[in-house]
């Protein structure tokens, strides 16, 4: 939003010049005023409340929810009540759902009966199945019909469908037989029948899908909108591309939460309260606080090997972050290939063999880079006495291992959780950083009992 645009939108404000409030908002794109409402949240029900209806439920439905939910609470009755009737079923169906009890009852009151009943079918469904994003509005045609009498179809009843791309194809039972997009059946003669036009490449969601699995059958077949169907493939609704795009920000944006080690906003990060913030992360951070105990717990087991050759501390952080590293490189590329599709758990064996070798691969550059520093080192600034060489050799022996460790528990966690049925990103780079930790200096001290034992230990 142009500084230029909010200080005009002020000067209105300030002057109460509501008509030529109402004149300038109504010229705006909708992106724009709903970047106003950003600026200016403070005046966010005053622009709702002088927007046309029309445009105010366009901008209503593009919010954020904590901003609609106080407008929803400041709102006059009348204005409320036409907002809450056009809206769309699904971006309905989507504030209901995260509206408390209270505020739904309220709400659903307003609607006329056909319109609450659809409501109350719409939130019945599982919270992020494909039922809860799909709206009832979409046009169906009989495979009797011809072109010319779906055209008139259209026209009388295509104003309230979400999308007229796509036409459906139903039996009298209205089972789903095919879908046409809007493109053929203009195209074709008026004579011609919608029988004659499809060709049985349905494809379809099932309304007890996973929201997910409806991200990735719309990223791979091009659509602007997908049938829903129930288990006896009755066509209930559609779920269009705009409503996937929101379901896969939200998607995206928790895992990364749940990535970085905390539990996932609800709100725009600026939106929520410090002590809310505080909720969030504070679990994740005692997990991982007493999964460094651990370390603690291994480092004080080797007390008498560091003792006799304090160099080994020197390298602790190097080795342990090494691991870390590589755990959460591994993790976060297997995550992000599961969320794409691209890996099943059916794929655990292919990913282990390919972390394998990656592993070794990486490892060995880092063993080889560890001898000439250590090497370069010795020659600078003599400090390994004589057995430098074997140093150099638990160093590096020791980032092979700890490496290819890590690879191999930043691919596997994502996947055994999976099949554990919880969500692959909990195995967030924090964690996965944290077990490495532990696990790593194990793995560094025995290659140090194994080169310098009878030597300096």
Wanted: charged residues 25%; negative net charge; hydrophobic residues 45%.
């Amino acid at each position: 939003m142009e500084e230029l645009q909010v200080e005009e939108v002020i000067n209105l404000l300030e002057n109460e010049s509501d008509r030529q409030l109402k004149n300038y908002l109504n010229e705006l794109n909708i992106s724009d005023v709903e970047e106003l409402i950003d600026e200016l949240p403070q005046h966010a029900v005053k622009f709702i409340e002088t927007l046309s209806t029309k445009r105010a439920v366009n901008v209503f439905r593009i919010l954020d929810f904590p901003t609609q939910e106080r407008i929803i609470k400041k709102l006059q009755a009348n204005k409320l009540t036409e907002i809450i009737r056009q809206l769309p079923p699904d971006d309905r169906t989507a504030l209901f759902g995260e509206l408390k009890g209270d505020a739904v009852k309220k709400l659903l009151v307003l609607l006329p009966d056909n319109d609450r009943k659809e409501a109350l079918n719409l939130l019945g469904y599982a919270e992020d199945s494909v039922g809860r994003m799909m709206t009832p509005d979409f046009i169906a045609v009989k495979t009797d019909w011809t072109v010319q009498r779906v055209l008139s179809h259209i026209r009388r009843y295509g104003k309230n469908s979400e999308t007229i791309d796509v036409v459906y194809v139903i039996d009298k039972e209205g089972v789903l037989l095919d879908d046409i997009r809007i493109r053929e059946i203009l195209l074709s003669d008026p004579e011609a029948k919608i029988g004659d036009l499809t060709d049985n490449r349905l494809i379809s969601l099932n309304v007890n899908d996973p929201q997910e699995e409806a991200i990735n059958v719309f990223k791979m077949n091009n659509r602007v909108a997908l049938p829903v169907v129930d288990d006896q493939d009755v066509l209930l609704g559609i779920v269009t591309v705009d409503d996937i795009l929101w379901i896969a920000h939200e998607e995206y944006t928790e895992d990364m939460h749940k990535m970085g080690g905390t539990q996932a906003l609800d709100e725009p990060y600026l939106d929520v309260p410090v002590f809310q913030l505080y909720k969030k992360r504070v679990v994740w951070l005692i997990v991982l606080f007493f999964g460094e105990l651990l370390t603690i717990a291994a480092m004080s087991g080797f007390e008498g090997q560091i003792a006799k050759v304090v160099i080994l501390a020197t390298f602790i952080p190097l080795i342990i972050s090494s691991g870390g590293n590589s755990g959460s490189q591994a993790a976060t590329l297997i995550i992000q290939a599961m969320a794409l599709g691209e890996v099943t758990i059916r794929d655990w064996w292919n990913v282990m063999r390919r972390e394998i070798f990656s592993g070794i691969f990486l490892g060995t550059t880092l063993c080889l880079l560890s001898f000439c520093v250590i090497g370069a080192w010795h020659l600078v600034m003599p400090g390994f006495s004589e057995h430098y060489i074997r140093i150099g050799l638990v160093v590096g022996c020791s980032l092979v291992g700890v490496v290819l460790w890590g690879t191999l528990m930043g691919s596997m966690l994502p996947l055994l959780l999976k099949k554990l049925g919880a969500d692959p990103a909990a195995s967030s780079t924090p964690f996965v950083a944290t077990l490495v930790d532990v696990t790593g200096l194990i793995i560094y001290f025995s290659f140090a009992l194994l080169f310098l034992k009878g030597v300096l230990l």
